[in-house]
């Protein structure tokens, strides 16, 4: 809910509205003042989550399981590449699906609706001591 674009959009109003009723044009400027730095640090930190995903290797995450642990429906591509700090490689476009590794060989590949997470899939790399050897 706090992420609502509506919601900021009527509160930057409100303020404007009640900097003008207390201290008319002076209220106004400061009312935008203000809503202008804030726009400039949400900004700022979307460049900051980005920079630092396009500086790590595509598609690698420390451990595919704790990434499995930590979605939640919902999710934003941006708040899931500040969870990986890593950039994903691109599975499908419809539905638009990405998917991190670790070093381990294990995955998470997540599906996004409208720019949210909607399902996510953990795959398991193959353990050679449970493979069953081939006949010879």
């Not at 420390?62 to 429906?73: D, G, I």
């Not at 381990?104 to 398991?124: N, Q």
């Amino acid at each position: 809910m706090l992420n609502n674009p509506i919601l900021g959009w009527a509160l930057a109003a409100l303020a404007v509205a009640i900097g003008y009723a207390q201290w008319g044009w002076q209220g106004v400027v400061l009312a935008v003042t203000m809503i202008v730095f804030w726009l400039l640090l949400q900004f700022s930190r979307a460049l900051r989550v980005l920079r630092r995903a396009g500086a790590a290797p595509v598609g690698q995450v420390p451990n595919a399981v704790m990434l499995h642990a930590k979605l939640q429906r919902g999710q934003r591509l941006p708040q899931v590449l500040a969870v990986t700090k890593s950039l994903g490689t691109k599975v499908s476009d419809d539905p638009e699906t990405f998917e991190w590794r670790d070093a381990g060989g294990d995955a998470v590949r997540i599906e996004l609706r409208d720019g949210k997470v909607d399902r996510w899939t953990l795959l398991r790399a193959a353990d050679p001591a449970n493979e069953t050897p081939a006949p010879s």
